[in-house]
Every structure is written in C-alpha cells, then in structure tokens.
C-alpha cells in the first residue's frame, strides 16, 4: 500500500517533506507520552487498597521546559510551513493561462487558443500553468492530490492559481469544496504530457475561436468600446497597456490591474473609480456570464502583451479579499 | 477514608435523595434541581447520540465500496448532514457541561443549586425543542448542506430543510448561552466558605473557561444561522455574489463561532480528565496553577484562530500567516496539560479502574488527535489536506477519541454519585478496550486516504481507496458495538447494580462527602473548605462538613 500520492508537482516534494517532519515529530510526542503513562501506570500500580502516592514537588522549572520546547518546535513548522506557503501562491511570469469555470457538477477548461476541455485538462510538463478560475453557482474547490495542490473557486471573484508539472501521467482532479448533490462526481483527470506529446496534442483538432477574440466581440456586443475606446476625449479610459500596470484612483489609493480589479470594474464599476474619469459607467453585475468575464478579461490581457507575460507576477498573489481592499 | 466510605459498603434502609424525594413525570419536567436537570439532560443527549450514530454507521456502509450502490447521492448528502448537525449541536456541545456540569458544579463548591435553577429548566426546554425542531427537519425530508451550512449552496441552491435546522439551532443557542451564564455566575458567587480560586476542583475551571466561549461566541453563530435563513427567505444579498455578496463573508462568521465551539467540547473533557487522573493516581494534580491556567489561555486564544479553515478560499496571504502562528500557539497551552497529566501519575498510587482507562485512553488519542493538528495549522502543508480525509481524522480524534472518551470516563467516574449504583467493573472495562480499539481502527487509516487525496464528503470515491475504507468501517462495527454495551449496563445497573458507596473510590472533593445519590438540597450544612483541592497526601479531608 501507498502512503504518500505520486508526486508530480514541484509543490509535492516540498510539502512531503514537510509532513514527514510533521509525522516525525508526532510519532516522538505521541510515543514519549504513550510510553510514559504506560511506564507510570504500571510501575506506580496501587499494590494494596490503602496505599498512598508519594509525594511530588511542582516544578515551575519544568513546566517552563515544556511550554518553552512546543513553542519553539511549533515556530519551525510555522516558518518552514510560511516558506512552502509563499511558493504555492506566487505564480512565475512565464506561465501558460488556463481559464477554468466551475460549475455543478463539471469543470469547464479552456486554453487561450480557444481549444475547450471538459473534465480533463492537458499540460506540458515542465511549464508553469496559470489557472484563473470562476464559478457559476456554488463554490468548488479546485484540487490534484499528485500536486499537493488546492484552491477554492469561489463565485463573484476570480481565483488566481498555479501549478508546474514535473511528471507525465493522469492524475486525479477532484472537486474538494462540497458542492451539493453530485459534488463526488465532479471529478476529472489532469494529463501530464512531455513538451513533444503536448505540441502533437496542441496540434491535433481545431482549436476554435481563441479566448481573447470572443473576449473582444463581447466587447463591442456589451458596447464597452463606446467609452473605452481609442479616440480622444473618450468617456472611458484606455484599456491598452492596463494588465498588469499600476491605476491611480479618485481616491488617491494606487491598485495593480490585475484579473480580480478588472473583474471588479466589469461588475462593480463604482468600486475603485479612475482618476479623473466621471462615474458614469453602469454595472454589469449578473448581465455577463462567468465565461464572458473571463473572455473579456483575455481580452484585455491581450491588449498589454508585455504585462500579460512578464509582469503577471504583481497581479499574481491571490485575489486578495474583497473586503480587505475596499477603501 | 473511613469504613462507612470503603467501596461498595452497604447502606442500611433508603435515604432521602434527590432522586426518591418526587414521584412522577410533572415533578421531573417541573423540576428546578440541578441533578435532575442533569439528568433529563443525560437522556437528551443520549437519544440525540443514538440518531447521529446511526447516521454514522449509515456512512460507513456506503462507503464500504468505491460506488455510490447503497443511498442516492442526495440521500448520501442528508444522511452525513444529520450527523453532523445531531453529533454538534446536540451531541457534543451540550454533552459533558449540561450533563457533568450540570450535575457537579454546585456540588463541587459546595452549593446548594446552579445561581438560576429555573433558567436552567428554561435551558433544557430550549435544548429539547431545537434538538425536536431539527429533528423534524430530518423526518420530513432532511437537509443536504453538511452542518457548515457554506453560502452560496445553503442560501440558493439546496432544497433542503435549511430554515426550520437554522431556527432548531438558534434555539439551542440560546440554551448554551443560558448554561453559560447560569456556570459563570454561580462560580463566582456561590462558592462554599474557603473555596477559593486556587481551591476550586480543576472541572469547574474547565466549565468556566468553556462558559466564556458559550457566553461570547453563541450569538456570533445564532446572529449567522439566522442571516442564512433570512437570505434564503428574503433574498437580502449578503452571502450571495449574484447580488454582490460575499460568500467567505459567512465562512469568517461561522468559524468565528465553530471553531472556538471545538474547544466547548474539549475543554470540558479536559476538566474531566484532570478529575479522573488525579483521584486514580491519590496524588495531587502535577501544576494545578497551570492547567487552571491553560484553559483560560485556551479559550482566549480560541477565538482568534478561525481563518484556519480558509487557507486555501482566497484569504489575503497575510491573514494566512497570522492565523497560521496563532493556531500553532493554541496548541502550547494543550501540550502543557498533557505532561501535566502524565506528570500526576508519577509516583502515584495508580489504580486501573474503569474510568482511568478512559482518562489514558483519553490522554493518548488527544495527544495524538491535537498533534495532527499542527499539519492543520500548517499553511504549506493545509493546502494539501484541507478538506481531505486527513481533517476529518483529525476533528475525530480529538472530538470522539477525546471528548467522547472523557464523556464515558467523567460518566462511570461519576455513575455512582448520580444514580446511587455501581455498574459491572469486567464489562466496563471490556467496553473501555473496545471503544479504544474500535475507535483507532475507524480513524487511523483515514489520516492516510486523506493524505492520499480522498476528499471528504464524498458519496463514491476511486477504487485505490477502498482498502483503507473498508478497515474504517470494520473499526465503526467494533466502535459501535463499544458504545452499546455501556448503554446496556448503566440501564441494567440503575435496578440490579449494588447499591454505591459514598466516596466508591476513596476520592477528594465535595460531590464526595454528600450521599449518593445526593439530596436534594445537596449539603444539610453548607460545607467549610479549609484546604487545597486533590489534598491525598495529607490524609485530611479537604473539607469539613459543618
């Protein structure tokens, strides 16, 4: 029998390692403790019925010992388990954009080359996979055992993720966040393929419209391009070069445009308003579906092909909470 | 130990006790006596365990194969949603304060009732009719949103009871509330003549740190509950994102509440625990200060370590780490309890009677339970795990292997005082070596199909996992079994046991020196304390009565 799942991320060896300290650490508490009430138990077994215990001096030495041993066991796990942490949440600059949609009972992935996969994704080995996730309904939670690696989607935000596969083979995709009726069956396989085999499976089939073209008919269907666009004096302002660069607000507060802000100005215009631009944009809260967010979003990440492959790594610690970065 | 207290001495003609003093259900159901209280609580509790057992061995089964063959998925989803609500809220929350607690605080500092004995009635009516509320839920048709009641699933998309479970907790809220407040302030103000702070037997000072965390953190969640149902009614917008809401807004309100509530059930049980390994050791407690201490730490710092259970819903980095070093450091003050324990029976005079077998078996699934903790409160490592098999291994060992363990040993320790006879030591014992058995075989391979990857709540699972499935439910069988045959012999023991001693086990403390079953009034005289508690060494008794 197996005790530890494959690994085939480059999080797997850092976070086993991890638990086998963890595991350490725990198998000598555990036994120090179970040894010795079993040792006290017996040696200290009342003989006759009236016999009396001996007496014991409290030690405040002691108990400074073992408060003061704990804590600094306890600060290595933290910091070494901050370390790990940090490594799961900061994606690198040059990763491959998957966008994800979740919804009950399925999982909806598509490349930015427009190719579609429904509960199976194919990755190359050895590349950085960027997830950037959405859910229509309930929240799901976006998990690969082999990768030690999980992320909650949760609806009316985007969750920004990241994965690198160092192993070709299928792996488990579960669905960890309970999910309702069929949330056991929302489940899927993650192919690792070699950078060779993954060329051939790119090659092979149509890949379709590409994310950031739909992206860019739903912006002039949704009539976006009316106040955003490029003439001078547009009502809007300019959506070239925004992924990833620094947007100076009414307010004076300075936010990096990332997929989570532009998610927010779609949906909640007045939320963070640009300076010196008049709030006049109406919310589009509930008229674009999830998949439509994330086709404008490539849309406008298209629009800034330097930022959207170099400087994603600002944009990339997670979406921070949407109560913490309200004003 | 005078000859009148040697075990098992027998008593000549009935006394006059709590027990004997009224005949008939109005004078049960009208009582305000603490005992009796607890007693009613005690058969509340006991039927609720029985539902949310059930529901347990329910899951098992499904689970025995890798396919959803037994229940409907929806089925599935209800019947673990039953347990949970039942095992939580009407189980263990409840479970050693309104029983134990109930029972022992005014005996153990000497008086005569809790501070508010009608509020306490109150608190047992509230109990039953939420525990009845919820039940109905189940009857007619059950709810599926797992006893996380998690937005946007409970609020807009489950079919379930979700509004009448929401209001039977709310009710029971207020019935936790109620016994807070009613422990906290009859230790404060009725405590006997020299029963001072440093006096008081260690269970009440696990009671009044539990007490704090039902006075302050059961309006949170009763304040929650109660918003999930007025959005599922009225649509108001708060949790749900298709109206701008915010459905981790909710998961920070639940666990403000659901995670100190872990340590409503385990503090107590750590009360108990000090009780029972110092009265089998007849040594004082090892640190008295610091274990008094530790559960006020505990409770303390219970209520700011919550965004643990959302290291991987998008929580800012930064939350992450902070709430990441504060649950490490609410493991210290448990760590300190432990070596105290194990401290205590240094040099004692040990005596393996039926309680302190479940006081050692105790001691080692917590210590076990709580250490497997620390891989929770692990960021790197809680990406992984968070909502596997693994936590729920976890929250077991330290809710069933401990709570439940020191639930059994404070109710055999205590059986005697309460029900004035003594049960069947062999069959006690065998039940203590079942459960303990039964119990490791349920939970331990769990640690490792969660570690694995298995995801809980699952209704069918991948075929690689079912070994370790199948040697869960074998142990669930063995558990079940363990938790029956105590069933069986404290109602055979209430009218075939031999009638109880005094003090049957030669023990310190007040509830020791009233009769047993005690009387209604508890102590004729209002007793005078003149020394330390668990004072065995001395030879003295640690109170005088009169």
Request: charged share 10%.
């Amino acid at each position: 029998m197996h005790f530890l799942p494959d690994q085939a991320s480059t999080f797997a060896g850092h976070v086993d390692a991890l638990y086998l300290f963890l595991i350490a650490v725990t198998a000598f508490f555990s036994l120090l403790i179970g040894v010795l009430v079993v040792v006290f138990a017996i040696k200290y077994r009342r003989r006759s019925a009236d016999e009396v215990a001996l007496e014991v001096h409290e030690s405040g030495l002691l108990e400074i010992v073992w408060t003061v041993i704990p804590f600094v066991i306890v600060m290595v796990m933290f910091f070494w388990g901050a370390s790990v942490f940090f490594r799961i949440t900061r994606p690198p600059s040059n990763a491959i954009d998957i966008y994800v949609t979740a919804k009950q009972w399925m999982w909806k992935l598509q490349h930015t080359d427009g190719r579609r996969e429904m509960n199976e994704l194919h990755v190359p080995v050895g590349q950085p996979v960027r997830l950037t996730m959405a859910s229509e309904d309930v929240i799901h939670s976006f998990y690969v055992p082999a990768f030690r690696f999980k992320r909650d989607v949760v609806p009316g935000r985007f969750s920004v993720a990241w994965f690198e596969a160092t192993k070709p083979g299928k792996y488990h995709l579960f669905c960890a966040e309970y999910c309702g009726t069929r949330h056991s069956n929302m489940i899927g396989w993650i192919y690792v393929m070699t950078p060779a085999d993954y060329e051939a499976w790119l090659a092979g089939g149509t890949p379709g419209e590409t994310l950031a073209s739909a992206g860019a008919k739903r912006f002039v269907e949704n009539a976006c391009n009316t106040c955003h666009g490029e003439q001078k004096g547009a009502r809007g302002p300019s959506l070239n070069g925004l992924f990833g660069r620094a947007v100076r607000l009414q307010n004076g507060q300075t936010v990096v445009a990332d997929e989570a802000y532009i998610r927010e100005s779609i949906v909640n215009s007045q939320a963070k308003l640009v300076e010196g631009y008049p709030p006049i944009m109406p919310t589009f809260q509930g008229l674009i579906s999830e998949e439509g967010l994330l086709q404008l979003t490539a849309y406008i990440k298209s629009l800034s092909p330097a930022a959207a492959a170099s400087a994603a790594a600002p944009a990339a610690t997670p979406a921070p909470e949407r109560m913490s970065t309200k004003p | 130990m005078t000859n009148e207290n040697a075990p098992h001495a027998p008593r000549v003609g009935a006394r006059a006790n709590y027990l004997n003093a009224s005949y008939g259900v109005r004078s049960w159901l009208l009582t305000s006596d603490h005992k009796r209280i607890a007693v009613m609580y005690l058969i509340g509790v006991t039927v609720f365990f029985a539902i949310g057992g059930l529901a347990a061995a329910l899951i098992r089964l499904e689970l025995l194969t890798p396919a959803g063959d037994v229940f409907q998925a929806e089925t599935y989803n209800k019947i673990f949603t039953t347990h949970g609500i039942m095992m939580v809220f009407f189980f263990m929350i409840p479970g050693i304060p309104a029983v134990l607690g109930n029972f022992l605080v005014p005996l153990m500092i000497g008086a005569k009732d809790l501070a508010f004995p009608r509020i306490n009635l109150l608190s047992w009516y509230l109990y039953i009719i939420g525990g009845l509320t919820a039940l109905w839920a189940v009857v007619h048709g059950g709810l599926d949103t797992g006893w996380t009641f998690y937005t946007p699933y409970s609020t807009v998309y489950s079919n379930g009871w979700v509004v009448v479970t929401a209001v039977g907790i709310f009710i029971a809220g207020f019935s936790s509330i109620l016994t807070g407040l009613n422990f906290l302030v009859t230790i404060h103000t009725m405590r006997a003549p020299g029963m001072h702070w440093t006096r008081m037997p260690l269970f009440c000072w696990g009671m009044y740190a539990a007490s704090i965390i039902q006075i302050l953190g059961t309006p949170v969640v009763a304040i929650t509950i109660l918003l999930v149902g007025a959005e599922r009614l009225f649509h108001l917008g708060i949790f749900d994102p298709a109206q701008g809401g915010d459905p981790v807004l909710f998961q920070h309100l639940f666990w403000f509440y659901s995670h100190p509530a872990v340590y409503i059930m385990i503090l107590p049980a750590m009360a108990v625990i000090s009780e029972l390994v110092t009265a089998f050791s007849r040594k004082p407690i090892f640190g008295y200060k610091f274990i008094a201490g530790s559960s006020i730490a505990i409770a303390v710092l219970s209520f700011l370590v919550w965004g643990h259970h959302m290291f991987v819903s998008g929580q800012s980095v930064y939350a992450g780490l902070v709430f990441s070093v504060l649950s490490f450091l609410v493991a210290i003050p448990s760590a300190i309890k432990v070596f105290n324990w194990t401290a205590t029976l240094y040099k004692g005079s040990v005596s393996y009677q039926t309680p302190l077998l479940y006081a050692l078996g105790f001691i080692g699934l917590f210590t076990f339970g709580g250490l497997t903790g620390l891989f929770l409160a692990c960021l790197g490592l809680d990406i992984h795990v968070h909502d596997t098999y693994f936590i729920v291994a976890h929250f077991h060992y330290i809710m069933v292997g401990g709570t439940i363990m020191a639930y059994l040993g404070g109710l055999h320790y205590w059986w005697p005082k309460i029900s004035g006879k003594m049960y069947p030591e062999y069959w006690s014992r065998v039940s203590a070596w079942v459960i303990f058995i039964g119990f490791n075989l349920t939970f331990f391979p769990q640690f490792i199909v969660g570690y694995l990857g298995m995801p809980r709540r699952y209704h069918a699972y991948p075929e690689e996992f079912q070994v370790l499935n199948v040697m869960s439910t074998a142990g669930a069988s063995i558990l079940g079994i363990g938790y029956l045959i105590p069933l069986v012999y404290f109602i055979w023991s209430m009218r075939y046991g031999q009638d109880a001693a005094d003090n049957p086990w030669g023990a310190t403390g007040l509830e020791w020196e009233t009769p047993s079953p005690p009387p209604t009034e508890n102590f004729p005289e209002t007793p005078v304390v003149t020394g330390i508690a668990y004072d065995y060494l001395t030879g003295k008794e640690e109170a005088a009565v009169g």
